[in-house]
Structure formats: C-alpha cells, structure tokens
C-alpha cells in the first residue's frame, strides 16, 4: 500500500494544476466588459421596440379619430383663387404682357392669359412706352380675387412715374377676359407718392368693393386734402358708389393719414417690381 503523500506537497501540485486554467485579470476584464456591452444592447433593443409599438399605437388611434399625429406628412393645398385661379377652376393660370410694336415708344400691347380651362386668351391695351418705364415697360403686379367671386383679378402695370405707379385690371367676364372700365374708361389706379401727396387703393372691404383714396398738401400749412372714392364690381366695370372728400389738419407724419395712402388688397405688394 502506498504511503500517503505529503500535504503540503499535495497543496503544490493543485495549485499547479489549476493555476494553467485559471484566467488571466485582463482577460475577466474583458469578459466583463462583454457581458455589460450585451446587457447594453438588450436594453436599447428593448426599449426600440416598446417605442415602436407606442408609435404604432398612436398612428392607429388616430386613423380611427379621422387625424394624424404631428409627425405626419400634411399634403400640399391646392392653389386658390387668391393665387393665380383666373377661371375659378381652383388650378393656378398666368398671365404676361407681349408687346405688339417694335421700340421703346411703342404704346399697344397684349396681355396673354393662359388659363387651364378655357384655354388662352389676348386682350390688347394701351400703356405708356417702356422708354418711361425702365427697365421692362408694363408687366403683371399680381393676381387677387378683388370681388370675392371665386375668380383672381390680374392687376397690370401700364405707367409710372418718379414715385408712382398706375395699375389697370383684367377680369374674367362671361368666359372672356376684360379689361375693367369705369366710366367708361380703363381703370387707372394711382399707388405711391410722395410726402406732399399719395395714393392708393383697397379691395379688402367687408363687401368687397374697390376703395381708392390719397391726399395731397393744401396751401395752408399742416392742412391736407384728402378723399375716398368706392366702387363697386359690375361685370367688367366699376361703378361709383360714394366719393367723400373733405380736409385733416395735421403734420404730415399723423397716422391719420396713413389711412389715405399704400395697397391693401390680397397680397399685392405697394410697387410692381422691376
């Protein structure tokens, strides 16, 4: 029988043996590290998912309301007659202005309406030659539905002067485009002016009549002239209605004057640009 053998010899040999598989301290870091790094990315994973399904959640609930969340896309309204809709079939039309002489002094032009219903349409008038309107001579100002009938005026450019600018208007009448009269002449609209006298006009009244107004400096000083002429639409006219005039005496930076002068109607801007 064999002798026992020495424990301390014994403890040797075991910690010997066990010491070849025992890892390494970098290596149970590392292992550490791996096990946190997986922990990690269950979590984010998890936490995907729960705010997917939230998502989800509230997509449906509101298809069922008959809304979206704010993270939907919201579709592109289609364009109005405030815009450029001459033929009131809620599509955008244009509208240019072609010359019909050659020069600078030349005095006949056409406004060429293209409208996607009823097509293209040339209405010929007159305005001052472009040798007085630098740098294109008449053009388009823009388009507004002035009488609120559906359909947008188009506002034109026909002459201007070191401050102002005189605008004329087309207007779709009976499936024809017209230019619009009064008194039996083509409208005139003065915009702009100077510190002594301005101008301009309104179609953003409550019964959607055309208001022009302007003062001007009387002799006396701090005394101002002013008036207010109202129109209303009939067909491719405008018919007077009132034309009140009376004075303000005030500086010529009052607010009461501001009344009397600059373009409120839609989105027309106070001078045509160049």
Not at 43 to 67: K, P, Q
Not at 83 to 102: E, F, I, M, N, T
Not at 178 to 200: E, I, K
């Amino acid at each position: 029988m064999n002798a026992p053998m020495d424990p301390d010899r014994l403890a040797r040999l075991m910690e010997d043996a066990v010491g070849a598989i025992r890892p390494r301290p970098e290596a149970l870091d590392k292992i550490r590290r791996g096990a946190r790094r997986r922990q990690f990315v269950r979590r984010a994973v998890t936490a995907a998912c729960a705010l997917a399904v939230v998502a989800g959640g509230a997509v449906a609930y509101a298809t069922v309301r008959g809304s979206a969340p704010t993270t939907a896309v919201t579709p592109t309204p289609r364009p109005t007659s405030q815009d450029s809709d001459v033929d009131g079939d809620g599509l955008p039309d244009s509208a240019h202005v072609v010359p019909l002489g050659k020069g600078d002094r030349n005095t006949k032009y056409l406004l060429v309406v293209r409208m996607t219903r009823l097509g293209i349409q040339k209405i010929p008038f007159t305005a001052a030659p472009s040798i007085k309107m630098p740098r294109t001579g008449p053009r388009v100002v823009g388009y507004v539905d002035a009488d609120s009938d559906g359909r947008a005026e188009i506002f034109v450019m026909v002459d201007s002067g070191a401050a102002t600018e005189f605008w004329t208007i087309f207007k779709l009448v009976n499936g024809h485009v017209r230019q619009v009269t009064t008194a039996g002449r083509p409208v005139r609209l003065s915009v702009g002016g100077s510190v002594m006298d301005n101008s301009g006009f309104s179609c953003d009244g409550p019964h959607a009549d055309l208001v022009t107004y302007g003062y001007g400096a009387k002799s006396k000083p701090k005394s101002w002239a002013v008036e207010r002429i109202t129109y209303r639409w009939e067909g491719s006219r405008l018919v007077l209605v009132s034309n009140r005039q009376h004075t303000i005496h005030a500086t010529g930076t009052s607010r009461r004057l501001a009344k009397y002068f600059g373009v409120r109607c839609g989105d027309l801007s106070q001078f045509a640009a160049p």
